[in-house]
T-cell receptor
Framework: DAKTTQPPSMDCAEGRAANLPCNHS???????VYWYRQIHSQGPQYIIH???NNETNEMASLIITEDRKSSTLILPHATLRDTAVYYC?????????????FGKGTKLSVIP | DVKVTQSSRYLVKRTGEKVFLECVQD?????MFWYRQDPGLGLRLIYF???????EKGDIPEGYSVSREKKERFSLILESASTNQTSMYLC??????????????FGQGTRLTVV
């Protein structure tokens, strides 16, 4: 699986959009981009994933660049409960693709 | 809702003890994973399994073994616990489907302290 690079930490004002970047310059054509977050003392929680099109769900939006070498997770209106470590992962989905490897993530602090 | 349940939230064991960490999932997922998490190091994959009785080493398998006798259950075994195995242990499961519905679901974690 391709590796990812994320900033170690970010701050965001409550109510503003939080934009979390991720670089994955060695991503392969069949690898998806996944985002998870981990709130203190809990297990990681799935947020969203995509292949090449932008995706949106009730939690967040995922913007993937046209060359797929980077992506941005957007939390449109950050709240204090969004304070967490956010992990960007790329992996092949489907039969034969089992390993899910996490990097160090970005620690997002939402400031009142 | 998918549930991944780890048998203990907190454990304290002595050096040299054999330790079993149990994980059960209720969504008929093919894949199951064991991670450990330490401050400043993020999540590190210990072992994973893609089917009953099948297992693959992750990034840090030394000092650990695993067992998957039934699809829903994945056990992590510390044959002889050492203090450097004090950590948060996280179990996860996922489907092997294509694209959609392949996200991983995590348990709440077991905080193991070896004294």
């Amino acid at each position: 699986d391709a590796k990812t690079t994320q900033p170690p930490s970010m701050d965001c004002a409550e109510g503003r959009a939080a934009n979390l970047p991720c670089n994955h310059s060695t991503i392969s054509g069949n690898e998806y981009v996944y985002w998870y977050r981990q709130i203190h003392s809990q297990g990681p929680q799935y947020i969203i994933h995509g292949l090449k099109n932008n995706e949106t769900n009730e939690m967040a939006s995922l913007i993937i660049t046209e060359d797929r070498k980077s992506s941005t997770l957007i939390l449109p209106h950050a709240t204090l409960r969004d304070t967490a470590v956010y992990y960007c992962i790329v992996r092949v989905a489907g039969a034969g693709s089992y390993q899910l490897t996490f990097g160090k993530g970005t620690k997002l602090s939402v400031i009142p | 809702d998918v549930k991944v349940t780890q048998s203990s939230r907190y454990l304290v064991k002595r050096t040299g003890e054999k330790v079993f960490l149990e994980c059960v999932q209720d969504m008929d997922h093919e894949n199951m994973f064991w991670y450990r998490q330490d401050p400043g190091l993020g999540l590190r994959l210990i072992y994973f399994s893609y089917d009953v009785k099948m297992k693959e080493k992750g990034d840090i398998p030394e000092g650990y073994s695993v067992s998957r006798e039934k699809k829903e259950r994945f056990s992590l075994i510390l044959e002889s616990a050492s203090t450097n195995q004090t950590s948060m242990y996280l179990c996860a499961s996922s489907s092997s489907g294509q694209g959609l519905n392949t996200e991983a679901f995590f348990g709440q974690g077991t905080r193991l302290t070896v004294v």
